[in-house]
């Protein structure tokens, strides 16, 4: 690389990585809660991958402590806010849903999972077709890991950093050199 392009490099990170610091400034600034709280955390889920691509460009890679905080973050905030939503009350108030609670609506959702599961195996003529069954798989996958969250939520647990720490400790036992 030519010594002009390298100071192009290097000026193009200093603006990727201003861009990102307003773009963090705005995402504090803004609750979850906000209907514009997504198009804000877009952005600079945006600013970040661009100063990302930047430092890339200069040779180096951006290192982040820990496990990305972004979709695992969001989804348990707006979580817990559904959850006062729906009735719930503060997830931890002593009269709220508790562990138990969550882990019964956890494990139905697996069953309604399973159920599907059941049908797409079996074919038979007055089961939804493959594609709905595929489709609501999909859906019920999902109900499964919300209410895996809300679970986790009980004992403060970020999800992130245990599967990361579960995964990396099960790799580390077997010898295998796959990381989170
Ligand atoms: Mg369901």
């Given at each position: 690389m030519t010594m002009d392009k390298k100071i192009a490099a290097q000026r193009a990170e200093f603006e990727a990585c201003a861009k990102l610091a307003t773009q963090w400034r705005r995402l504090e600034m803004t609750a979850v809660v906000d209907d514009d709280y997504p198009a804000v955390r877009a952005d600079y889920e945006r600013s970040l991958a661009a100063f990302m691509l930047a430092m890339h460009a200069n040779g180096r890679v951006f290192i982040?402590?820990?496990?990305?905080?972004?979709?695992l973050a969001v989804l348990r905030a707006q979580n817990l806010s559904r959850v006062v939503r729906f009735g719930h009350g503060d997830i931890k108030a002593p009269h709220g849903w508790?562990?138990?609670?969550?882990?019964?609506?956890?494990?139905?959702?697996?069953?309604?999972?399973?159920?599907?599961?059941?049908?797409?195996?079996?074919?038979m003529p007055s089961d939804p077709t493959p594609d709905e069954l595929h489709a609501e798989i999909g859906k019920e996958i999902a109900d499964v890991f919300i209410y895996l969250d809300l679970l986790a939520s009980t004992f403060d647990f970020d999800l992130a950093r245990v599967i990361a720490s579960k995964f990396n400790a099960t790799s580390k036992k077997y010898g295998f050199p796959e990381r989170l």
């Open positions: 982040a402590e820990g496990p990305a905080p972004s979709f508790g562990p138990m609670q969550w882990g019964c609506a956890l494990a139905g959702e697996v069953g309604e999972l399973c159920n599907m599961l059941k049908k797409y195996q079996r074919q």
